[in-house]
């Protein structure tokens, strides 16, 4: 399989790596399975069929590529990734609710200190939360550093 685009491999790259936090290389059918329930996209789910066997990247692009035809931009899945970690439906992410999310997807080797750095980085505003709009900004910062671009 070819990706199209450069962009789209890395946000798979990303995906991939949230979903395999031990970087083991394959991702579980189960963790798999809860991100899919825990973003309550019933399209979605209904297009990506849960795999039954360990998934390694190349497995687990060619199924995300399977149902992206036409999909939202990355901006799109990251406010979708927002509201999933808002559980309060604040519109601010707090550390507990980034911590909650991190846990659930099995990343249990953050501190509570490198917790509070990120929402510290994210937290333009400087209030402890992150809004949609700087949590957009981190996930893009994120994005271009996986490409290799210089950052700021």
């Known amino acids: 399989m070819t990706l199209n ?3 789209k491999e890395i946000e798979y790259k990303e995906a991939f790596a949230l979903f395999d936090p031990t970087n083991s290389g394959v991702i579980q059918p189960q963790a798999f399975a809860d991100f899919l329930a825990l973003l309550n996209d019933p399209e979605l789910t209904q297009k990506v069929k849960i795999p039954t066997q360990p998934l390694d990247y190349k497995a687990f692009s060619a199924l995300l590529a399977k149902s992206d035809k036409g999909a939202e931009t990355s901006d ?4 979708l990734l927002f509201k999933t970690i808002n559980k309060d439906g604040s519109g601010n992410i707090s550390a507990a609710e980034l911590r909650a999310a991190l846990q659930h997807f099995g990343n249990n080797s953050l501190s509570e200190a490198d917790i509070d750095e990120i929402v510290h980085e994210a937290d333009v505003s400087g209030d402890g939360r992150i809004t949609l709009e700087e949590f957009l900004k981190i ?3 994120s994005e ?5 671009e210089h950052v700021l």
Do not use: N, T, V
Not at 144 to 148: N, Q, S
């Open 5 to 7: 685009c450069k962009g």
């Open 76 to 79: 799109d899945a990251y406010g």
């Open 139 to 141: 996930m893009q910062k």
């Open 144 to 148: 271009k550093k996986l490409r290799g």
